[in-house]
């Protein structure tokens, strides 16, 4: 309507015009079409930042933010002006969307999906010519547990029953614990389930999250937009990241001494964008911790399957809680995962879930509300995040294939991770921890006095101005680490390892000239 009022009243202004054009003396001023220019133009200053949610204004998203919006600029001027810099490509490494830099989608996946979307494909005898035996059966299975068959139509706002049943079958063959399907709640990615736990949990400013630094600007954005307050507690970066008990103790007692309640403690396990993979004791402590104090534990698993070392495992907090003997009576535990990260990499399809555990009935009906607003998630994230988690068998048709896409993609990972680890460290003030998992590299910047000087004269945080500078001159897009918090005084970026393997010798060798050129300019 409002699109319908504004068409309208710039089309009477069009013929106000005329008219005044063909009656010199009618008084412009006071014709119809004036006065509905002036209300739209009055409307539209009536909502300024001045007006505006300011929670709205608190909330930022490093990961797309004035460095990434530069770079777009640049690949159109690129685009228009070939030659216009000096490079000829811009390369992302800001953010984690493995198939926009060339990684292929897993066949098995896919074939089921097109299967799911287009019925009428089982029905034809080409069919078993092109698609596995497996995936045909697998799509009969998912479109039987549809109703309808129907995968344009709104599902059940947890979403489909048999794909939450398939979850929690995987979940528990993952575990070795049972999971029960009414706990999961399936999403468009993981980022809505962070919101929706945020909502219920944030009641004022004085509610507070305990969540790492650094940590993925969605935490820090969510806990603005509903209103909390961000109580931060330090990774240690001289133990690869480490996160002891001690700092989260300590913070809480700050908290609570501001008059903070603090609600509930974020864990990003692999870490994002730190990389590291926390050791089983660890976890157990971090367990205790929340039992203890009576804290919720939300836990950010969406890296699962991205492991590079060997001396590293990924344990769900579900999975660690269960051994010491917590049931629903000891812990509340909210985990998600993600369709868009590990080996399949299907950001676009926005398929997620969250597994919602020790909650009373009356607060999961709350849940299930304010799930049931947004009506639901999409059917092809769902149909995703149900393959996810229970993707083929030994002795299925597609098993080998799908090994072979899976193995292949992970040991890539994790030859350019290892790759620009190095590359990292071989330049002159610059430490980097090495990336156990996830799809991230966070060096840190030891920057000379004069460039911090030179950032503070352009009103710029030095490592935003080491990023700007890198990518004026190289075309490779980072995160400036003030994005996702740091220890003061100390500057980072964050680099993705997800560029394909054959482009990863051309990022280190356009960083390696780019940094020893700005160290030079800037020597102190």
Known sequence: MRRFAADRAKRLLFRSLFSSAATPSAPFSSSPAAAAAAAIDSAARSVTVDTIN??????????????????????????????????????????????SLGQQPVTFFREVLALCDHPSLLDQSETHALFSA??????????DAIPGRATGAYSHSQGIKGLRDAIAAGIAERDGFPANPDDIFLTDGASPAVHTMMQLLIRSEKDGILCPIPQYPLYSASIALHGGSLVPYYLDESTGWGLEISELKKQLEDARSKGITVRALVVINPGNPTGQVLAEENQKDIVDFCKNEGLVLLADEVYQENIYVEDKKFNSFKKIARSMGYDDAHLSLVSFQSVSKGYYGECGKRGGYMEVTGFNAEVREQIYKVASVNLCSNISGQI??????????????????????????????????????DAFNSLEGVTCNKAEGAMYLFPCLHLPSKAIEAAKAVDAVPDAFYARRLLDATGIVVVPGSGFGQVPG?????????????????????????HESFMEEFCD
């Not at 497996?134 to 479109?143: F, G, M, P, S, T």
């Not at 193995?407 to 680890?421: N, P, T, V």
Request: proline share 7%.
């Open 384 to 421: 995703l995040a149900s393959l996810v988690m229970n993707p083929p068998k030994v002795g299925d048709e597609s098993y080998e294939s799908f090994d072979a896409e899976k193995s292949g993609i992970l040991s890539s990972l994790a030859r350019r991770a290892k790759a620009l680890e």
């Open 490 to 514: 100390t500057w980072h970026i964050r680099c993705t390892i997800l560029p394909q393997e054959d482009k990863i010798p051309d990022i280190i060798s356009r960083l390696g000239a780019f």
């Open 134 to 143: 497996d995936a045909v059966e697998r799509a009969w299975k998912i479109l």
């Open 54 to 99: 300011p929670k709205v204004l608190k909330c930022e998203y490093a990961v797309r933010g004035e460095i990434v919006s530069h770079a777009q600029r640049l690949q159109l001027e690129l685009q228009t002006k070939p030659g216009s810099h000096p490079f000829e490509e811009i390369l992302y490494c800001n953010i984690g969307n493995p198939q």
